[in-house]
């Protein structure tokens, strides 16, 4: 790897979780095979992450806040002067909690909302939600802590967008984000129910860019693979990354699809600089694939190699062949249809 150690560290702390949101990226069985480690074991991440000095490090699950030490783990990156952000479904944000975490220092938090309506935002993160994120954001507010917001965007909810963005226009979040949902964990189980058509994503998409300016951030994989022609390189193996995440069991991966390979890459094996250093072992995902299936005449074939190679294995258990969401490969496939049906 070209730096010595990464800049951004995501580290998923617990898999635990009070919600069970039906796009949960860790629900589904690739994730069951690692096992959250006991606080002693947390103990030995954290004072690794310390003596690697990252930049900024993203305390993630699960949800973090069911983490008994959270607080003090917080004070402890602040006290070796590191950028510290937290992501929380916001139901246990409360006068306790959100004053400790300005107590404890924290730079960020990044609150997740997935509607404007309480009975739709509950029933997508299944579960009493919505009052508590609206409360918990008010109090982020009292306390001086800043925060932004995360929206999965699904077939669900997309209807919804500019009735959220009014809402949370004026909740004091520096930034608010839409993310169209990645089909991994639930999402992929539930992909079918989930799909948001090309159209309607560029429509909401243009229509937030223009009312609302620089206030919003729209994230669409699909959107963006249809734009530029391609889905974008996979970074598996990528000399150039200047990020890692540490999941619940200490296996360390450059993004969380990774976590779908059987990868020897344990922080409790290597340590965390030499698990950052074995990255560079992992490129055989990302070998040349022009003779791979479905791609080979591609002219894009240089620039994608194929798109994400955490996708492309779990639809066809495969790296070898092409990212799902490439849209080249599925407009070829309408084309064949209807040759056959025409013929």
């Known amino acids: 790897m070209k730096l010595d150690s990464p800049l951004l560290l995501f580290w998923d702390i617990t898999n635990r979780c009070n919600l069970d949101c039906e796009f949960c990226m860790w629900s589904w069985d690739y994730s069951y095979k690692y096992h959250e480690v006991p606080r002693d074991e947390k103990e030995y991440i954290l004072n690794e992450i310390i003596a690697n000095k990252p930049l900024k490090v993203v305390l993630t699950g699960g949800e973090p806040l069911l983490v008994q030490r959270i607080f003090d783990y917080i004070t402890r990156l602040k006290k070796a002067d590191i950028f510290v952000e ?11 909690t959100v004053s400790k ?48 917001t995360k929206t999965t965007v699904t077939s669900k909810n997309i ?29 992929y189980i539930n992909d079918d129910e989930l799909k948001i058509p090309m159209n309607k994503l560029r429509f909401w ?12 951030n729209f994230d669409s994989l699909t959107l963006d693979a249809y734009e530029i022609g391609h889905p974008r390189k996979c970074s598996i193996g990528d000399e ?36 950052w250093n074995n990255f560079s072992k992992f490129q055989h995902f990302n070998l040349p694939l022009s003779q791979m299936s479905g791609c080979k005449e591609c002219n894009y074939i240089d620039e994608c190699n194929g798109g994400c190679k955490g996708l492309a294995f779990v639809k066809f258990n495969s790296v070898d062949m092409p990212d799902p969401r490439c849209e080249i490969i599925h407009n070829n496939k309408i084309k064949k249809e209807k040759v056959r049906n025409n013929e």
């Not at 309506?117 to 939600?129: F, H, V, Y």
């Not at 209807?159 to 990645?182: C, P, R, V």
């Not at 998409?205 to 919003?216: I, M, P, Q, S, T």
């Open 240 to 275: 150039n990354s200047y990020l890692a995440q540490i999941l619940w069991d200490g296996t360390v991966v450059q993004c969380a699809l990774m976590s779908v390979f059987e990868i020897d890459n344990n922080i409790f094996k290597y340590g965390l600089k030499q698990c």
């Open 86 to 96: 937290m992501t929380t479904n916001g139901t246990l944000l409360n006068e306790y």
């Open 159 to 187: 209807d919804d967008l500019g009735d959220l963005m009014i809402l949370l226009e004026g909740s004091g979040a520096e930034q608010i984000n839409f993310s169209e949902y990645i089909p991994m964990g639930a999402a």
């Open 205 to 216: 998409k243009d229509k937030l860019n223009r009312e609302f300016g620089n206030a919003v």
């Open 101 to 148: 975490l300005k107590e404890a220092g924290i730079d960020k938090i990044q609150v997740s909302i997935h509607s404007s309506s309480e009975e739709l935002n509950d029933d997508i993160m299944r579960g009493k939600a919505y009052n508590n994120i609206l409360s918990g954001m008010d109090l982020l507010n009292k306390y001086k802590i800043r925060f932004k």
